[in-house]
């Protein structure tokens, strides 16, 4: 079955940047819409990039709109979040997730995505 393993978390300071890295392992990527989710302490978890039915689709969260990019690499089975300009209120734990291609329309949602990893910290402080 499909597994997930978030990396590239950790410590950076305000206006730094950071890739996070999805591996996909079990399946491939090919079969599954992706999306990127934070939960930051005592909040709801939260979509913040979510890839459409078609990778040239994507949907950020205004709150990192023009900050952070989604992107995907078929040939090593990964996804990747490219984040920007990080700000303090950025600091959570980012998981990525999937949804088989064949759902149909989704939300990007938490309740919309089925696979989940397990998620890495993103700290952000000066």
């Known amino acids: 079955q499909l597994q997930l393993v978030e990396s590239g978390g950790g410590l950076v300071q305000p206006g730094g940047s950071l890739r996070l890295s999805c591996a996909a392992s079990g399946s491939t990527l090919d079969y599954y819409v992706i999306g990127w989710f934070r939960q930051a302490p005592g909040k709801e978890r939260e979509g913040i990039a979510c890839?459409?039915?078609?990778?040239?689709?994507?949907y950020y969260a205004g709150s990192v709109k023009g900050r952070f990019t989604i992107s995907r690499d078929n040939a090593k089975n990964t996804v990747y979040l490219q984040m920007n300009s990080l700000k303090p209120e950025d600091t959570a734990v980012y998981y990525c997730?999937?949804?088989?291609?064949?759902?149909?329309?989704?939300?990007?949602?938490?309740?919309?995505?089925?696979?989940w990893g397990q998620g890495t910290q993103v700290t952000v402080s000066s």
């Open positions: 890839f459409g039915r078609s990778d040239d689709i994507t």
């Open positions: 997730a999937a949804d088989p291609i064949t759902t149909g329309q989704r939300m990007c949602i938490p309740n919309d995505y089925d696979y």
